[in-house]
């Protein structure tokens, strides 16, 4: 019995939790369908008020489906680049909703060329563009930092230089598995490419080949003291054609495209982050603003115009469809209350109480004329007689 009762109450609880969780979501379900029946003739209510509601509704959907379409869909875009990355923005961009694309650097002294192409372009195989880069940092016992370029398929890294300690480096590709490394503290092995062990004093020369175009991190983690790193990235990327273009803009630090709305396919942004061939030292990744700067009179015809549209025919149905509720007869004034003397009420009414006084003393006498005792004249079964009454007895 001991060992059963635990497993009883359990399913008692679990029961009563899920009777609970019923509850609630039929709670919600029904007032759901509440707020939705007031538009139709489920409830009672005056014409006047479903239309007034119906209106309410549509431009509450109207303007919400609006603006998620506005900020959510086709908003703006943060693109994170190093230094001479060659990055393709098709995200949130509409031929049908975006009238142009604003791409703006996060300040002016960020600055890149900008290709506006009609189909995403390929990479040229034989082209190969030289990056040089100096990154110096110090790194924290079982800490980490890391380096990231945006590289194409086919291009090389190669790393040279020396560490004052041991350290790990670790090639990670693509924003999700670098994301699931930094949240396991750098236990992700199966978020890890390519890995790689660099020795104190050591003269480091790692090369890597690019196989797929993504985003890469090379991080490097110092498990075992405070140290400094002292490298040099080479980088030989490949490149897309940017031949097709059907707008260039060089050496901006904002751009704007504008998107023809009869093409049958959207156009995307080609932005190429500047940079020279002398020697860079620690540079930082910049931010490109790309922005959908919406069609206004679009806009305004399906989220505004079409949802009144909408409104006028279904409030005419309901006009005509649906009737206003029929007043409620109310009683007379005088049969709001039952009657006191209705007879279906006799039986259940008290009557009122009634003091029933005794008859004077000497006003009873009885047949001997001798006044009777005070017992006497309350019985009811005495034969009494008044004495002030005069017997009148006729004579023949």
């Not at 635990?6 to 609970?20: A, C, L, M, T, V």
């Not at 190429?272 to 206004?296: L, M, W, Y």
Request: hydrophobic share 35%.
């Amino acid at each position: 019995m001991q060992n059963r009762l635990p497993s009883g109450r359990g399913n008692i609880r679990s029961r009563d939790h899920q009777i609970e969780s019923d509850d609630c979501c039929v709670a919600c379900c029904c007032c759901c369908c509440s707020i939705w029946l007031y538009l139709f003739c489920c409830r009672s209510m005056k014409r006047t008020l479903r239309v007034k509601l119906l209106w309410a509704y549509m431009m509450i959907l109207g303007l919400t489906t609006g603006v998620v379409t506005g900020v959510v869909l086709f908003g703006s875009v943060d693109t994170e680049m190093s230094l001479s990355d060659m990055r393709i923005v098709d995200r949130k961009l509409s031929s049908v909703f975006c009238d142009n694309v604003d791409i703006e650097s996060e300040n002016f002294d960020s600055m890149f060329d900008a290709y506006f192409m009609k189909h995403k372009p390929t990479i040229l195989p034989g082209i190969r563009e030289t990056y040089n880069e100096t990154y110096s940092k110090f790194i924290e016992e079982k800490s980490d930092v890391y380096k990231q370029f945006y590289l194409l398929t086919g291009s090389t890294v190669k790393i040279t230089g020396q560490v004052d300690s041991y350290i790990e480096l670790s090639l990670i590709r693509g924003q999700d598995n670098f994301d699931k490394y930094l949240d396991s503290d750098m236990q992700c092995i199966e978020c890890v490419l390519e890995w790689r062990s660099m020795f104190k004093y050591g003269v480091e020369n790692i090369n890597f080949d690019i196989m797929d175009t993504d985003l890469y991190f090379f991080v490097f983690v110092s498990r075992l003291e405070d140290t400094w790193i002292d490298l040099h990235f080479r980088l030989r990327r490949t490149v897309y054609d940017t031949s097709q273009n059907i707008g260039y803009c060089p050496d901006a630090t904002s751009c704007v495209f504008d998107f023809d709305m009869s093409t049958s396919e959207t156009p995307v942004v080609l932005i190429h982050a500047k940079a020279s061939n002398k020697q860079h030292f620690d540079v930082e990744p910049i931010t490109i603003q790309t922005s959908c700067v919406g069609r206004s009179w679009l806009f305004v015809i399906i989220f505004f115009g079409l949802p009144t549209f909408l409104s006028i025919i279904l409030s005419i149905l309901i006009i005509s469809r649906c009737s206003d509720p029929q007043p409620q007869q109310e009683l007379p004034q005088n049969s709001r209350y039952p009657d006191e003397r209705t007879p279906l009420l006799w039986d259940t009414i008290r009557a009122p109480a009634v003091v029933v006084l005794p008859p004077k003393y000497e006003d009873i006498v009885r047949a001997d004329n001798n006044l009777p005792s005070y017992e006497e004249a309350t019985s009811s079964n005495t034969s009494i007689q008044p004495s002030n009454v005069n017997i009148v007895v006729q004579q023949p």
